[in-house]
């Protein structure tokens, strides 16, 4: 039996899909399902709506809208427990059913990921808890493609970084937690930044609460807790360590349509006018579409968009026209050549699938154009201008008079925040009047509410002043002290100018120059040899001497997390002698190159970031991994844009006369 | 017994507790490694302050509210807030919670801690909620009371915007009042559905009164908050581009 690999998509996938049908299955004869929107994304991912109805779901409903009706005896709610907020709308909810109804209604409740104590006192305080069923859905992970784990936590962002609350740490280390229970532990954890750590410590601190419970009640065997043999490690990277990265407009063609359209749960809501009145879809549940948008699945296992989606945009052009070329060449030399009925018949079996390719390709040519739009557009250039500028190390203040004449042209609020955040992050806050100076601008521009937009910002510690608030202070000693971009422009070649797009050598090529902070730090622990011939090209020896496979030292680690913002950390998790032993007997020995590493990005992954991480994982496969393993999954609390970060702090309300 | 996997020092304490011995029953619990099963005993033998450290220590924000919550119930106010504001996990849960529920909660807890500034964001968010004019300007006013002891940068910084703000919603209802009768010619700016100039940021303000050529008092607000020449042209150019649009 081949083992399955740690981390597989599709197995997550399985799990979560059985454990919901099961849990619909326990409720006899149809229901209708009162949904939370933001779980939407996740739902469609696993299971179909079709699947629903099978399993008795009569209507969909969503928790938001509360206009649940009293078709059905049965009424399912599917709801994240962890919120008050949520937790009243369904109490709401239910009362409003049984003042209205005329009928008597079995309510039951299931809580994502968990039923918590809090969920039940304050339901027993509106006093429903009696009358509805509750149980749990354990969803942690949804895979978004084979290689990318997303706990889909649209909070998480806001919640750990504006909020300070710990939540998405606590309900990650529950998700790392469970794929340790049956993989076996983390080798090692090694990671970045302060929630990182925290999350660390709270996987140890399960680790022993899972060591205590066990001979109690007689758990799971002990051979669950010794090290993996498949896995061989977990890299932790908080998004506080490197925000610019997603404050940067992204330039792959999947980040430019996340920008642009904003992907959610692998889908794009497009207008119809560029992709065209096509047939919708089928399958999607609760597609409450107008006619004026259309959803477009961003489909990873599409084998155009593959190749598509992690590419420089500057080069899809050349792609999408390669690639209608071959299409059209296959099927014109396949009709010319098709004499034989044979040659027929194995013409008319591809059709299908030459069918699929040109509806792909139509799609995505269509996607492009408008994206080639938007690019254009002299709002789009210059703030890119100015980010580049930035990047590359050029004196901020130079740049304030672009920044000022956007804002005078009142382009959209979030670009304008983007750029700023971005000079204050990359070089340790603005100065305190050019700073006040934007800020009343930024008031008198886009309305006084926003004076709330920027406090936030400043709490998100995305927009301050330099020296003048503690935590923007720089010194290397201060433990809360920012990142330092500076030095690890250099020591770590965050900044190429021969950066080629069309053939990449390096990840920079995803931001056209801009190599990704986060993933500079990742390849310094599973890539240490390229990146240290990256950095010194010329002295070679020397360099792969230093980054010998076999030193468990992390000497560009090292030197670079000096400058990075919060606590570095690298644990080793060890079990039983006896058991590791058996464990090792049982499995056999597994190559180095074989391994997976698992990267988990606390705080958002941009899209970015993944094409980066795959190119990485794709150097390693050709190599056979340099020590630490190739197969490198990618985990994290959500997928996050520079929109959704800054999204978090502004402030919607206005005033009204 | 310590280090040895698999013994439950929860029932031990328990046992130690039911026997009276509440220090020796602590004691021991903090072996107990399980804090879902640690946390509710402690708050049994009253020990909250122990509780709440060991339900923060956890993680577990389901764990931490529940203590949090059991507190709020018991303690009176003031010493409630002593305890939270020692833990700044604790304080965050409340205050996040108290902003969905609890307003005046968290106007206690930030005045008692000397927050000026949040607590004059606080109003500042009060007086976006109001939906008549009235309200808002006096809430307005409160938030930037709120501030005048203070003397840091930031607080005179965010004085000055809500004074503005105030002077900028009071100038509207002006112009509404005055250029009333012109309203119904002119197409209302996308996103103002009820009035024409009230809410509007200053840039906007002067946007639509060029548009609609009251270019006096356009200049009015430029003068009365300083807008730099080159914003005020580059409004100018795009306001004028947009009334020979639609006439």
Known sequence: MAPIPPFSASEIAEKARRDLLLLLEGIRGKKNLVLEKALTGSLNLLVKFSTLQEYGVDRLFFLENDNVDSSQRNVVFLVRGEKAKTVMAVAEQIKRIRRDSQIEHEFSI?????????????????????????????????????????LELEDAVKDIYLRKDPTSIYLSAKALMLQQQKYGL???????????????NLLIRMRTEVTAGESTNSGPSFLGLTPSSTIDSLVIIDREVDFPTVLLTQL???????????????????????????????????????????????????????????????????????????LQSSTERNQLAAKTTAELRDFVAKLPGYQAEQAS?????????????????DIFTRSLEVQQNIMSGADPTTQHDTITEL??????????????????????????????????????????????????????????????????AMPAAKPGSVTNYTPLRKSLRLWDDEVNEADPNDISYVFSGYAPLSVRIVQSIIQKQTLAN??????????????????????????????????????TQTGEEKAVKARSMLNGNHSDGAKTVVVFFLGGVTRAEISALRFVGRKLRDVGGEGRGSRIVICSTGIVRGEGLIGCAVESGRFEG | LHGK????????????????????????????????????????????????????????????????????????????????????????????????????????????????????????????????????LDKLKLASKYLQDSRDASATFQRSALDDAAKLLRMQETFEKDLAQSQSSATPIPGASTSMYIGLSAHQTIFALLRAGHTKRAQKIQHEFKIPDKTYTWLKLRALVSARHWT
């Open chain 1, 110 to 150: 299931f809580w994502v990921p968990r039923r918590t104590m809090v969920s039940d006192q304050l339901l027993e305080s509106a006093g429903v808890l009696g009358e509805a069923s509750v149980s749990e859905w354990p969803l942690f992970f949804v895979p978004l493609a084979d290689d990318v784990l997303s």
């Open chain 1, 186 to 200: 983390f080798p090692r954890i090694i990671g970045k930044g302060d929630n990182a750590k925290r999350l660390a």
């Open chain 1, 252 to 326: 792959t063609y999947e980040g430019l349509i996340d920008e642009v359209f904003n992907i959610t749960a692998n889908q794009a809501e497009v207008d119809s006018s560029v992709v065209g009145g096509a047939a919708p879809q089928p399958g999607q549940t609760g597609s409450a579409s107008t006619s004026m948008k259309r959803k477009v699945l961003i489909d990873p296992k599409d084998s155009l968009y593959t190749t598509l989606g992690d590419s420089n945009f500057a080069i899809v052009g050349n792609l999408l026209n390669k690639a209608a070329r071959r």
């Open chain 1, 361 to 377: 390709l139509k799609i995505h040519t269509s996607l492009a154009e408008e994206i080639i739009k938007h690019t254009h557009t």
């Open chain 1, 407 to 472: 804002i005078s042209r009142d382009i959209p609020l979030p670009t304008i925040l983007r750029l700023l955040c971005l000079e204050s992050t990359t070089n340790a806050g603005i100065r305190p009047k050019d700073l006040e100076t934007f800020k009343r601008a930024i008031i008198q521009a886009y309305g006084p509410q926003h004076l709330l937009t920027l406090s936030s910002l400043e709490k998100m510690n995305l927009l301050q002043p330099r020296g003048g608030s503690s935590l923007g």
């Open chain 1, 534 to 571: 990256l950095i010194k090209p010329s002295s070679n020896p020397q360099a792969s001497a230093q980054a010998n496979p076999l030193a468990q030292g992390l000497r560009i680690f090292d030197d670079a997390s000096k400058y990075v913002r919060g606590a570095t950390f690298d644990e």
């Open chain 2, 5 to 136: 996997p698999g013994v439950s020092f929860e029932e031990i304490a328990r046992a130690a507790y039911e026997e009276g011995r509440v220090r020796l029953a602590t004691e021991l619990l903090n072996y107990e490694p399980r804090a879902g099963k640690q946390v509710p005993l402690l708050l049994g033998m009253k020990e909250d302050t122990i509780a709440l450290d060991k339900a923060i220590e956890s993680g577990d924000t389901d764990l931490i509210y529940h203590v949090l919550l059991h507190l709020r119930k018991k303690l009176p106010l003031a010493s409630f807030f002593r305890v939270i504001n020692t833990r700044p996990v604790a304080t965050a849960l409340v205050e996040t919670s108290a902003h969905d529920q609890d307003r005046d909660l968290l106007k206690d807890l930030y005045y008692q801690d000397d927050r000026r500034l949040d607590g004059s964001n606080l109003l500042l968010t009060e007086a976006l909620a109001q939906n008549t004019l009235g309200p808002s």
